[in-house]
């Protein structure tokens, strides 16, 4: 019988899609587009990438609007320990625009634009199929040719559904090879057994803080299966339309069945 954890990872890292495991090494890519987190980590990382490598883009999207989620950002932003400084000043700001203030305080745009790194900010957006979409009417409002690659960095909890959401709107262009979508989570959420049958955050260079509260990490995952799966209920083409279609192994559907059975999940 598999283990409460080896079941998490196993949904978890189909999830988080990791098609680029390092953004800081990554090959240079069009565009990358960040979808703002209450995981600020995946943030903070992709700055210090382009402030060491600014050829790494020629464009950045910072995307996020205000939505259900956004009072958690504001959240992680206050319990930060170097960004709360900026908690009263991002109070009812989208979420996009909460990075371009992390941006703006604590890392050189200067030096990331050095190269010609063009910084938007798609403040408009309250799902991923919007960010998808609000991201592609802003580079064409901006004059930035439809890219050829592009990497994404979402929450790993949603960035698959992220990227078949980005290949159903770009779905001409990808359809033909001339754009390629990648997933850069940052890293890749996983958990370890510890004692009397519980679970602990087992991710290395991630505090514990700056992650999920467990309860709503599992709700989020146990959410997420049904959203991907192409049926009548499913945001896939034969549901919702909402994204391409996407292949959930029979492995990860065994797994989530038995995450459900324990957790419920309400999302």
Not at 71 to 79: G, M
Not at 143 to 161: C, E, F, H, N, W
Not at 188 to 215: F, H, I, N, Q, Y
């Amino acid at each position: 019988m598999s283990s409460n954890s080896s079941d998490v990872n196993l949904v978890a890292k189909f999830l988080a899609h990791p098609q680029v495991p390092s953004v800081t090494a990554a090959e240079p890519v069009d565009c990358i587009v960040i979808c703002a987190s209450a995981v600020l980590h995946q943030a903070t990382v992709l700055f210090r990438a382009l402030e060491s490598r600014p050829i790494l883009t020629k464009t950045l999207v910072l995307c996020g609007g205000i939505g259900h989620s956004t009072p958690l950002i504001y959240a992680a932003v206050s319990k930060h320990p170097v960004y709360h400084e900026l908690a009263s000043d991002i109070e009812g700001k989208p979420e996009a625009r909460v990075l371009e203030a992390i941006l703006q305080k604590h890392f050189d745009i200067d030096k990331i634009t050095s190269q010609g790194c063009r910084i938007i900010v798609e403040d408009q957006s309250t799902n991923c199929g919007a960010n998808a979409s609000k991201t592609r009417e802003l580079l064409v409002k901006e004059g930035v040719p439809v890219p050829k690659s592009m990497v994404l960095v979402q929450d790993p909890t949603m960035a698959l559904r992220t990227v078949a959401a980005f290949e159903k709107t770009f779905e001409e262009e990808v359809s033909v090879g001339r754009l390629v979508v990648k997933s850069a989570p940052i890293f890749v959420p996983r958990m370890k057994d510890g004692s009397e049958g519980r679970t602990a955050w087992d991710v290395d260079d991630v505090e514990a803080e700056e992650l999920w509260d467990v309860d709503r990490f599992y709700d989020l995952i146990i959410g997420e299966i049904p959203r991907l799966r192409d049926n009548v209920n499913g945001y896939g083409p034969g549901g919702k339309g909402f994204i391409v279609h996407v292949d959930v192994p029979a492995e990860i559907e065994e797994a989530w069945s038995k995450l459900k059975e324990k957790f419920g999940g309400s999302r």
